[in-house]
């Protein structure tokens, strides 16, 4: 991590947080299904609030927990006056690839699909694994971008049928710019996976923007395979909500945290709304971080020679792991997704 780029990372968030209020979002999006996953609560919730009011024709809210999902459906129906067929609480659980594959399995039965919000997210505080990576990779990279590769055949048809162009909008983090780059070294042994999984090797509090990290590597390594790819157009965009009070860190016990989180951080009501905006983004926006409202370059260290090593080593091991997860994911659709043979050649 360099002092620039972590400076950079920090006044971006203060001077958001301070001075910039959010545009309220405008649009019309009905006859739109919208997948909005961790929608129980927090930026989900709001955002798909958000969603809701803009007059989408069915929400389908993917939580790990159905009690609580299905308490989130009932304010969110109460606070629109929408109808309770435009909802429905679907079970995902993002630290199991069982359960990511069944939820994709029905969403292919879908009759339409227009929008994947990839939303949900945590920060570990203890190295725990989950299937075979550390809790956070499995959770915000490895589940989010097989979610997204599971769900990229259903979003092409729909753009097809329907003449439209599909989006998927994952939420990024102003703190991908304090990353620290060690383990994503691609000579490491083992390559990059293995290195994040060295628990002696790994320091918990910068696990979390480690992730957002990959998460921009992988959306811009999957829009150029979308931007390349004879299919129809599917835009995938990572914007920045900053900082907002959630319950995002609450395995945390930082005091630092807690403090400024009450100075500066936005409600998540303001924090959703650049993520309502990315998912109406246009074409523009594909492969794109986003700032308030705004494509915004991300991290020098994410652009840089050595950014782009790093993200073409990263994306080969991913595509390894997703084909080897679910066998078939990228090399059945490679001609629909546009993966080359480079990608898959490890
Ligand atoms: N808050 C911020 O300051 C901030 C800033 C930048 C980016 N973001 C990003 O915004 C997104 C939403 O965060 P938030 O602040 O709204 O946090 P939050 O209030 O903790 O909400 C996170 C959501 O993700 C769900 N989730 C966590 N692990 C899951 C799993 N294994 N399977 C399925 N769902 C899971 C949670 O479900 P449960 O309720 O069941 O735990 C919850 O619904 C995250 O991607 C986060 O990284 C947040």
Same mark, same amino acid.
Request: glycine share 6%; charged share 20%; hydrophobic share 40%.
């Given at each position: ?8 990372? #920090? ?59 299905? =308490? ?69 990279? #490895? ?35 304090? =990353? ?74 930082? #005091? ?62 991913? #595509? ?27």
């Amino acid at each position: 991590m360099s002092i620039f780029s972590t400076l950079e990372g #920090v006044s971006s968030t203060v001077f958001s947080n301070i001075f910039i209020q959010l545009p309220y979002p405008e649009g019309d999006l009905s006859g739109q299904t919208v997948i909005v996953t961790g929608s129980n609560q927090g930026l989900g919730f709001e955002a798909s609030r958000h969603l809701l009011r803009l007059g989408v024709e069915k929400l389908i809210m993917a939580v790990r927990n159905l009690k609580k999902g299905e =308490a989130a459906r009932q304010e969110l129906l109460q606070s629109t006056s929408r109808e309770e067929s435009s909802v429905e609480v679907w079970p995902l659980d993002m630290d199991s690839y069982v359960s990511v594959k069944s939820f994709a399995s029905r969403a292919a039965a879908l009759p339409r699909l227009d929008v994947l919000l990839a939303n949900a997210g945590l920060i570990a505080n203890t190295f725990t694994v989950s299937e075979e990576d550390e809790r956070t990779i499995t959770v915000n990279v #490895v589940s989010t971008f097989l979610l997204v590769a599971l769900l990229v055949p259903k979003l092409q048809e729909s753009a097809s049928k329907f003449n439209i162009t599909p989006r998927i909008t994952i939420p990024n983090s102003a703190l991908h710019y304090i =990353a620290s780059l060690e383990q994503l070294d691609p000579q490491n042994e083992g390559g990059i996976f293995e290195s994040l999984n060295n628990k002696e090797a790994t320091n918990m509090a910068g696990r979390y923007p480690l992730s957002k990290l990959l998460v921009l590597f992988g959306v811009r390594a999957f829009a150029d395979q979308f931007a390349q790819s004879k299919a129809p157009l599917v835009i995938i965009n990572t914007p920045n909500p900053s900082f907002c009070k959630s319950q995002l860190a609450r395995e945390t016990d930082n #005091v630092g945290l807690r403090v400024g989180e009450k100075l500066l951080a936005r409600s998540t009501e303001m924090g959703s709304r650049a993520l309502v905006h990315a998912v109406m983004a246009d074409e523009k926006s594909n492969g794109q971080y986003l700032t308030n409202c705004h494509i915004h370059s991300p991290s020098c260290i994410v652009t840089n020679g050595k950014g782009v090593l790093i993200q073409e080593a990263f994306f080969k091991e991913l #595509v390894t792991k997703l084909e080897k997860i679910a066998p078939g994911v990228t090399s059945a659709q490679s001609s629909s997704l546009g993966l080359s043979r480079k990608n898959q050649d490890v």
